[in-house]
């Protein structure tokens, strides 16, 4: 899935180049294709899909020239991650009635990829037997309201590491987090999920009925010339919800693996400063930057400017295309709403 606007990552996300296709952890790969890395050690390029937005088909191909148009499923409109997956589901199901697929999101940072893979491989044996939908889950260390909350059963289901799930709560309050932090039968939603095409399908027909109803009419077109037609006319009109609310907090039949491969959301800047080495002053600096008497900040320039910071504590300063923005580190969640009043004064 790559088709997230990462809003929380601007000025330097922005709405014609995603997070997904920046170079945000510094390796000189985009996200997006890191997470392609990732998965060429499971399987080979062509059997891996993206869905994204329409106006992003270009930048896919240019940064995974592995793979060729057919594989980058096109959506019309931002209709968030219920859809999406539906309509890969769909395609899928089409292509093989037995597909057993990964679907993964490409703004992850996931330091050990073979443990990934030893995860992901253990979860496809365990959805090519079972009618289960898996999720990968992260031992939580914060309260953190922008991520699911997994309640597992401390029960083997007869398969090594996987566990039922009893509960599933997308983006809880911070009181219910904390609650849920406490009682230490949680994980975090990694977004990472594992199962059949049928087996997805049925839970759509059930708890999304609206969205299955219309991406269903397509079953004659996908994979043929019309695809895409038939997708720009019924997309649009599916109601605009995330995977998690639409199926994972109603299914019943959820097993989750708790992941060991080390995983942070990269959903904003504060995630990347925490997940970046530090600087003896506890700064991250990105460019060609000069820090006097500066702490605990994460400072980003660009190529060819001279970024000079001095007598300031805790803030995130970043210098991107035509804006430059300074806040303070510990309110970067503001920056989503900050961006759209922003874009609506210019
Ligand atoms: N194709 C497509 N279309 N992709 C989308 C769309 C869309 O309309 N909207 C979002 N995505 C992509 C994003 O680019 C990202 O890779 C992924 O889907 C997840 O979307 P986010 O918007 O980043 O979701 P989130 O971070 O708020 O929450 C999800 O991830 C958390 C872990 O990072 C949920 O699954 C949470 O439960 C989970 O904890
Ligand atoms: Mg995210």
């Not at 985009?30 to 937005?53: H, P």
């Not at 060729?68 to 219920?82: D, H, Y």
């Not at 959903?267 to 925490?274: K, Q, S």
């Amino acid at each position: 899935m790559a088709g997230g606007v990462g809003s929380r990552f601007w000025p330097a996300s922005r709405e014609d180049k995603p997070k997904q296709f920046l170079d945000i952890a510094g390796d000189g790969r985009s996200l997006l294709r890191m997470t392609f890395d990732r998965f060429l050690k499971l399987t080979t390029a062509d059997k891996i899909y993206i869905v994204t937005n329409a106006r992003y088909k270009d930048l896919v191909l240019e940064h995974l020239p592995e793979i060729n148009a057919g594989q980058v499923l096109c959506e019309p409109s931002r209709n968030n991650t219920a859809p999406c997956v539906a309509y890969t589901a769909f395609k899928l199901h089409s292509l093989d009635p037995d597909a057993n697929f990964v679907i993964a999101p490409s703004d992850a940072l996931i330091v050990n990829d073979s443990l990934f893979a030893a995860n992901i491989n253990k979860a496809l044996r365990f959805t090519s037997e079972n009618d289960a939908l898996v999720t990968l889950g992260i031992s939580p260390d914060a309260p953190h309201t922008g991520y699911g909350y997994i309640q597992f059963i401390d029960e083997q289901t007869g398969t090594e590491d996987v566990y039922p799930v009893k509960r599933f709560t997308e983006k809880p309050d911070l009181e219910t987090a904390q609650g849920f932090l406490n009682s230490g039968d949680y994980l975090w939603n990694a977004g990472i999920f594992i199962w059949r095409a049928k087996t997805i399908l049925e839970a759509y027909e059930r708890f999304a009925p609206e969205i299955y109803a219309l991406l269903s009419q397509g079953l004659n077109y996908y994979n043929t010339e019309e695809e895409q037609s038939f997708i720009d006319e019924f997309y649009p009109q599916t109601p605009s919800i995330s995977v998690d609310y639409a199926i994972m907090e109603n299914a019943k039949n959820i097993y989750t693996i708790p992941a060991q491969f080390g995983w942070s959301d990269l959903g904003a800047w504060g995630a990347l400063y925490h997940e970046t080495d530090k600087d003896s002053d506890g700064n991250v600096l990105s460019g060609n930057i000069i820090t006097e008497d500066t702490h605990n900040s994460y400072i980003r320039g660009p190529q060819g400017k001279l970024v000079v910071v001095g007598g300031v504590d805790d803030l995130l300063i970043i210098d991107e295309g035509d804006v430059l923005l300074v806040y303070p580190r510990n309110r970067e969640q503001e920056i989503k709403a900050l961006r759209a009043k922003a874009e609506a004064e210019h």
